[in-house]
C-alpha cells in the first residue's frame, strides 16, 4: 500500500511522529492513520506509542520494506544503470533493493554477473545469456545478502570490470551504511574492480550514517533520481546522474 510506504518515509526523516500529524499530513481520518499504524506495527516496521509511532532503525527495517520506499525512482535508477554495462562485461553486484533493479534491467545477452545478494542471483539466473557466481557466507539479518571471512576470501580470487554499489546514506566525502558487518567485504569488492559505481535514490543523499564504506574518489560516478538538488549534485567530486522516475 503507498500510503503506508510513505508512513514509513515520513517517520524515517522526521522521527516521532502524532497520529494527529499523520493524519494531516496524507488527508485522512486518525482512524485510518490509527489502523496503518496497527498494521505497520504487526510487520514489524513502526513502533507504536500514545498518541503516535517511532519508526524503526533503517538498519533493522525489513528488506519488503526498504524495497517498497522510492520504488519507481528505484526501477529508474536500475535501468538507467544496467544500460550502462556492455556486453561480454564482468559485473560485481552489491547487495540491496536499488542493486536487485539493476539486475532485474540487464539486457539478456552475454555477460558475468558476481554477486552476494540471493535475490539478485535468482533474478540473473532467470536469463538465459548470463554466467553467475555467487559468493557465499552467512546470511545478514533482515536481508538477502551473505558475508563473512569466506566471503571475503572468495572476492579476493576474482577480478571484474565494474562494481556497482547500494548505500545507506550518500555524502561527498562517500558512500555510508548503517552497520559494519560487510565493511571489510564491500571494500574488497571495490578493490578488485576496475571502476565503480553506486545507485542510490534522493532520500538517501545527506542522511546520518555511522560507517563510511568507501570513498567518493573510488567511484566513476553515481546514479540517483532528478529530485536530488542539483547545486548538491554539483559539489560531489565525481560526475551524479539524475534520472526521471517513470510514472
Do not use: C
Not at 492513520?33 to 496497527?38: F, S
Not at 510487520?43 to 532503525?57: D, K
Not at 526501477?75 to 552489491?94: H, N, P, Y
Amino acid at each position: 500500500m503507498t500510503r503506508h510506504s510513505d508512513i514509513i518515509e515520513e517517520l524515517q526523516q522526521h522521527g516521532f511522529r502524532s497520529v494527529l500529524e499523520l493524519a494531516e499530513r496524507f488527508e485522512v481520518s486518525t482512524a485510518t492513520i490509527r489502523r496503518d499504524l496497527e498494521k505497520l506495527e504487526q510487520m514489524e516496521m513502526v513502533q507504536r506509542t500514545h498518541g503516535g509511532a517511532y519508526p524503526v532503525r533503517q538498519a533493522d527495517a525489513p528488506s519488503i520494506l526498504k524495497e517498497s520506499l522510492h520504488h519507481r525512482e528505484k526501477v529508474a535508477i536500475g535501468k538507467a544503470m544496467a544500460e550502462r554495462v556492455l556486453e561480454g562485461q564482468t559485473v560485481l553486484l552489491d547487495g540491496g533493493s536499488t542493486t536487485l533493479e539493476v539486475a532485474k534491467h540487464l539486457r539478456d545477452e552475454r555477460f558475468t554477473v558476481v554477486t552476494n545478494d540471493l535475490r539478485i542471483g535468482n533474478e540473473i539466473a532467470k536469463k538465459r545469456n548470463a554466467h553467475l557466481v555467487m559468493i557465499g557466507g552467512e546470511l545478514l539479518p533482515n536481508a538477502f545478502s551473505l558475508w563473512g571471512p569466506s566471503s571475503v576470501q572468495q572476492i579476493e580470487q576474482l577480478r571484474v570490470d565494474v562494481a556497482i554499489f547500494g548505500a545507506d546514506t550518500v555524502n561527498e566525502d562517500g558512500i555510508f551504511n548503517n552497520n559494519s558487518y560487510e565493511l571489510e567485504l564491500k571494500r574488497k569488492m571495490r578493490s578488485i574492480a576496475n571502476s565503480a559505481f553506486f545507485v542510490a535514490d534522493s532520500s538517501k543523499f545527506g542522511r546520518e550514517a555511522l560507517f563510511r564504506v568507501l570513498e567518493m574518489d573510488g567511484f566513476t560516478a553515481g546514479i540517483t533520481d532528478d529530485l536530488l538538488d542539483p547545486i548538491r549534485a554539483s559539489k560531489f567530486p565525481v560526475p551524479i546522474i539524475s534520472v526521471h522516475p517513470g510514472r
